[in-house]
């Protein structure tokens, strides 16, 4: 089989345009071609009023050898590689101990899954709860302030990537077999068959839900037990002179699990699982993090920025952008997770403080844009020698945001044309916010460190120039954005273990090792591999 590269056609092209361009492309008659299929497709929007569509098509066709040949110093066509998942290992008969598996979101969720279908039965443990009941709470938060810190947008079963875009794009490439396997689990589990080959698949907060219980279903079908409400109150780790091992985890219920191998996926907000392993002295150190608001514009003023005339085509959807601008205070700020027809959400997950996050449906079908606008933390220069400084930066501006917001767990925002100018905002305008509980007007000047709100400033009329339109007056900010990753790293070595604790498996965005859905269910996928093998190797001596 063949694969077949940059193959465009206009929007509104039909299937025997397609074959056709196939044709044309490998110069070869229609008996030639035994069958194509679509591998990907993505869009060319650089002129936006003659928007293209972008193939790579796997062919099949009885002069492969020959096109080969012919077409090898275009880089075009190549051989169609093999991404199956092949499995590392086989569980044992016999082992000494289960896995356990801290966390069940995105990573967690899939080390488990990868760990059941090669026969090792995890013991899986989640402080919140399953992901219909953590719905409940979630939502009773947001629209009646009832806030629950074990179950809300970042704990429970799906982890935070469940109230989210659903976005499963990342910079892994199309040809990683790792990647197909996650997307290929998710269309078993009920995501729809496109995620397989678009450019920007994504799946949507309801559907997720569904997703994420079927997974469930597989784990324990397999022999995994899954355990909600039991959160890990201490990784027990033996010391034998300059060695340390894992031995097992113990609850907060005091119960004690025992095992030599904790696969560690706890998310980007697990503070005080930090904390512990902090304290018991596992290596951590600090890593670079993003600070800032959510910015809300209309979602036809997006779609028309970016599409031109073909604003609203059925195949584009509704648009997002990337943006970026360095500033002359030296740091950069970033457009971060942007949610086209979505809503800002409450995302904290501690008591007494404000955080947001963006949520999209499947059909980002809501009236407003959003986007986080966050500006760059390095710890060297903004919290040095401390490995949880960027934890103590987080609930400062967190705290600070529950206070600007009345102390009732509504946001501080302000229109962007007031943000510019420096004055508190008193009204709304053309842009209603989406965040719930509400939000609470105010001047956001003092609500991030000075050189943040500077840096934004300068970025926000950067952007207009790229999207004419950014910084309307009626824009709306809210605040703040913290949780853009994990603010530390718990490094591992080449066996994906801590490195001065044998057994601990660091994973997924809260170790530092990912950033959204699919990279952190790769990297589940991994260390489950990692764990799997050593398992074994262990089992033979």
Not at 89 to 96: F, G, I, K, N
Not at 132 to 156: C, L
Not at 167 to 181: A, C, F, N, Q, T
Not at 412 to 423: H, M, N, S
Request: overall charge positive.
């Amino acid at each position: 089989m063949l694969r077949l590269k940059e193959v465009k056609l206009p929007l509104d092209h039909t299937e025997e345009d397609l074959k056709a361009a196939v044709l044309q492309k490998l110069k070869i008659s229609e008996r030639e071609l035994t069958s194509y299929s679509v591998f990907k497709r993505s869009y060319d929007a650089r002129k936006k009023n003659a928007i293209s569509l972008v193939y790579a098509l796997d062919i099949e066709t009885p002069k492969q050898k020959q096109l080969l040949k012919q077409f090898k110093k275009t880089g075009r066509v190549s051989p169609t590689p093999n991404m199956a998942y092949r499995y590392v290992a086989q569980a044992p008969e016999s082992l000494s101990t289960r896995p356990i598996v801290i966390g069940v979101g995105p990573c967690g969720m899939f080390a488990a899954l990868l760990l059941a279908q090669m026969g090792f039965k995890p013991i899986v443990l989640e402080r919140g709860k399953a992901v219909h009941e953590r719905s409940q709470d979630t939502f009773g938060f947001w629209s009646k302030r009832k806030f629950n810190p074990a179950s809300n947008a970042q704990f429970g079963e799906g982890g935070a990537g469940t109230f989210s875009d659903g976005k499963l794009y990342s910079r892994i490439k199309d040809s990683d077999h790792h990647g197909r396997k996650v997307l290929h689990e998710l269309v078993n589990a009920g995501a729809v068959p496109e995620i397989l080959y678009i450019s920007k698949p994504h799946i949507g907060t309801y559907r997720l839900v569904k997703i994420v219980e079927n997974i469930r279903k597989q784990v324990i079908e397999l022999g995994g037990e899954i355990r909600f409400q039991s959160r890990v109150e201490t990784v027990e780790i033996e010391t034998k002179g300059e060695t340390r091992r894992v031995q097992g985890v113990t609850l907060e219920s005091g119960e004690f699990i025992a095992s030599d191998h904790v696969v560690l996926a706890v998310g980007h907000s697990a503070r005080d699982t930090f904390e512990m392993l902090n304290a018991q002295g596992v290596y951590i150190e600090p890593k670079p993090f993003s600070v800032g608001f959510r910015i809300e514009h209309p979602q036809p003023l997006i779609d028309e920025r970016r599409y031109g005339e073909n604003a609203g085509h059925p195949i584009l959807g509704a648009a997002d952008y990337k943006l970026v601008h360095h500033c002359s205070n030296g740091r950069s700020v970033y457009s971060f997770c942007m949610c086209p027809g979505g809503q800002v959400v409450a995302a904290t997950s501690e008591e007494g403080r404000v955080v947001t996050n963006g949520m999209s449906q499947y059909e980002r079908s809501g009236r407003n844009a959003n986007s986080g606008i966050v500006v760059g933390i390095t710890p060297e220069k903004d919290y040095p020698d401390d490995p949880l400084g960027g934890i103590k930066l987080q609930r400062r501006l967190e705290s600070k945001a529950f206070e600007l917001g009345g102390s009732t767990y509504e946001a501080p925002g302000q229109l962007v044309g007031d943000f510019l100018a420096g004055r508190p905002s008193t009204e709304l305008g053309q842009v209603k916010p989406t965040y719930r509980p509400g939000v609470h007007l105010c001047d956001l000047g003092e609500s991030l460190p000075a050189y943040a709100i500077a840096a934004i400033r300068e970025a926000i009329p950067a952007f207009d120039k790229k999207i004419k339109g950014f910084a309307m007056h009626d824009a709306v900010l809210t605040g703040v954005e913290t949780r853009t990753s994990s603010p530390i790293r718990i490094k591992r070595n080449e066996h994906f273990q801590s490195l001065n604790t044998q057994g601990l498996y660091p994973a997924g965005e809260g170790a530092g090792y990912a950033g959204g859905i699919l990279s952190a269910a790769v990297d589940g996928i991994k260390v489950a591999e990692a764990a799997a093998l050593s398992m074994v190797s262990i089992a033979k001596d």
